[in-house]
């Protein structure tokens, strides 16, 4: 347990930068949102010098490229980073990240060539989980398939709106059986360097598929945005993927669903979801948003779990909720404002007992917690500084753990000087240290 008076002190490595006129218009517009933490004083983190690790093209300056990092351990103590290179679009869904490894912690860095076989891929977004047996599970992204290849029913179940765009919505039952394709992992056995592809049998009541406009195309749902080991040593798949029918009615807001399997992931079973339910007195678009998307889940040291919500969608900055467990994920507390903006919400327990979060939109922030339960956390540190909205960088990260007080954080910097002196997107990674001083 640790004492109240240990704080974890967060101070950048690197000279700051003087904010942008962008940022500074940007900090005019934020909105106002009521804020349900504690939040404690002195809170610094050392962020050691930044590395690009990839430098997109002069010609890449658009949304979607050079984004979306994930960090991995290899077997052979090597760190591999992958990223995005495509479209934001389901068009891309399945499509090889661009990779590349570092053998020294992230102080040096070698490009791969794209590996472009097989179905479907890992991706670059969503991480692999050990299992207690030794197992290694890395979620599949299958390829959409288009919806003239398939016989639809004459009207969709439901409807709803998502970043403009009018998503059909179709009961599993009533497609063709290759619909029900989906839930699709390599598992990399204990001892084994080769990945076996698997199909996990998930029984979710209310099953769905979904048409994204304007591609027409049906996308496949994969077993997990976020897998972890609870304290029970169950496997819980958390995805804000797999809005259903519940009650005989298509959910209206997006949930956080929690899929768990007691059987190292051969076989989920609906365990339990978070349902949106929104702070109207902290966000006056609350009623209009999508629901619950991103999130961030992470077993604290007490053993309680804490996700972090994304609501920012089409209309706008939204707040970033926070919601607790305390049975291994089944219930949920009501969620209330964690902070005032947030996507992509990552967290990570170090073994020192300090918990890392980052999050942001606009620009990108890291904070800390000594808390075991993460009630209370120090103040947002600046990994970039805000500056237009969507413009600054994509605000999603990756955290690796190093040591007991160090991880190594992947981020998006859409504004990094090319040799030339022109501003580039690039992929980078920074050490993140924690210190710990008693007061």
Known sequence: MFRKSRRVFLSLGVIGAALTTDAKEAMKTTPTFRIEQRTTEATQVTLGEPVTV???????????????????????????????????STTAYGLPPACAVSPDDGRTWELLPRDTSGKGSTGSWYAPCLLPNGDRLFPVTLRPRPVAEIKLPAKPFAEYINYHMNCKVY??????????????????????GELREERAHVRLPGEVRVVDPPEGL??????????????????????????????????E????????????????????????????AADPKAADRFGFSEHGMNFMPDGSALCLLRTDDGHGQGPLYQSRSTDNGRTWSKPVVF?????????????????????????????????????????????????????????YTSFLPLSDDTALIAYSDFNVAAP????????????????????
């Not at 050079?66 to 960090?71: D, G, M, S």
């Not at 007691?262 to 349902?275: A, K, L, Q, V």
């Not at 902070?339 to 327990?349: K, N, S």
């Open 339 to 395: 902070d005032d903006l947030g996507v992509w919400p990552q967290m990570l327990t170090l073994k020192n007992g300090v918990t890392l979060a980052a999050y942001g939109r606009p620009g990108l922030y890291v904070r800390a917690s000594v808390d075991p339960s993460g009630r209370e956390w120090g103040k947002r540190v600046v990994l970039v500084p805000p500056g237009k909205y969507m413009s600054d960088t994509c605000s």
């Open 218 to 251: 049906m996308w496949f749902p994969w077993l997990s945005t976020q897998f972890l080991v609870a304290p029970d040593g169950s496997l819980l798949a958390a995805s804000f993927c797999l809005r259903r029918i519940a009650d005989g009615r298509f959910q």
């Open 54 to 88: 990839a430098l997109a093209p002069p010609e890449v300056r658009g949304w979607g490229p050079y984004q979306f990092p994930l960090l991995v351990r290899l077997p052979d103590g090597r760190i591999q980073l992958n990223y995005h290179v495509e479209a934001d």
């Open 253 to 280: 807001k997006c949930p956080v669903v929690i899929l768990r399997s007691t059987d190292n992931g051969r076989s989920f079973d609906f365990w339990g979801e978070i349902p949106y339910q929104p702070a109207p």
């Open 420 to 439: 030339d002196g022109t501003p580039r997107k690039a992929i980078r990674v920074r050490h993140v240290k924690t210190v710990l001083r008693k007061c």
């Open 171 to 192: 009961r599993l039952e009533d497609l063709p059986p290759e619909c029900a394709d989906g839930y699709v992992f390599r598992r990399q056995v204990a001892g084994s």
